[in-house]
């Protein structure tokens, strides 16, 4: 009388609807298994990303040492070798299956089918423990994956970001300008670039000290971010100097731009918190040009700068264009 994984012994009479019940029961469980992997596919668990990260290796290699994209590297790595077991895992128990149908196949034999059943049962409880292990394994790789994707997309920020200001740096300013001349040339569209420049700067940081230079960039930083579009770019460029790059606007249109930031920024008052003493007036020069036929991002730049020497010989706080 064989006996179960319980320890029981159980009955060798052969009853085919038992039969049958007991290997729908075994589909069922294969039908939960592939519903599982179903079901991480489609929470994002089993995609493309895990399979293929040809963009994020690239990515990696931009940013990390050779040693930390290794690690990378090699925690991806595991994460395919995890994928493969779980397809060898589910091909070799498809086999078992085929193998034990064969040889239920024609038997009538109580006692030979009962043993064969045992066999498939035990067959299938190392298939799903297997299987279980490496979707706990893969789930806590695409965990870390998660991890090293934020930690990978805030180290990106923190290159292209200005520390004080929380624009574009110069960095951003760089590849934004080279990308937009490409963009509105092939589409035939106006771009202007605006350079500000804050007035008298160094006369603030010797007489209330650079905390407070800090302050005035930051105002000029919040009152550019509140008056250009989202599809505009802001940029410290250095120093006390911004740079705008407006995509679609033409030069009348970015004078205006320049205009608006000029006089919300000569209206702000900023006073001393430990002694409620005014600064008095701050104010800050303007140079716009707008892209002209065969221009590429050094020219364009260079005609701005002189209509920004320009404002700033002609008085300062003004916009010249």
Known sequence: MPVGTDGAAHSTNYNPLAFLGITIVIIAALGALSGAMHLLARSGRLSGKVLSWQSLRTFVAGLLGQGERKRVEGEMTRVAEILRKLIDTNGSYAGQLGKFSDKI?????????????????????????????????????????QAVEQQLSQAKKELSTDALTNIGNRRTFDQELTAAITSCQEGARPLALVLADIDHFKRINDEHGHQVGDEVIKMLARIIQSTVRDTDVATRYGGEEFALILPGTGLEAAKSVAERIRKKF????????????????????????????????????????????????????????
């Open 266 to 321: 000569e209206s702000r008052k900023l006073t001393l918190r430990h002694s409620g003493q005014s600064i008095g007036k701050v104010t800050a020069s303007f140079g716009v040009a707008e892209l002209r036929f065969g221009d590429n991002a050094t020219i364009l730049f260079q005609r701005a700068d002189r209509k920004l020497y320009a404002a700033k010989s002609a008085g300062r706080n003004r916009v010249s264009g």
């Open 105 to 145: 196949r024609g038997q009538m034999d109580a006692q030979v089918v009962s043993s064969i059943l045992n066999e498939l049962l035990a067959e299938h409880q190392r298939s799903r423990e297997e299987t279980t292990q490496l979707l706990a394994e893969l789930e806590n790789k695409t965990a870390e994956k």
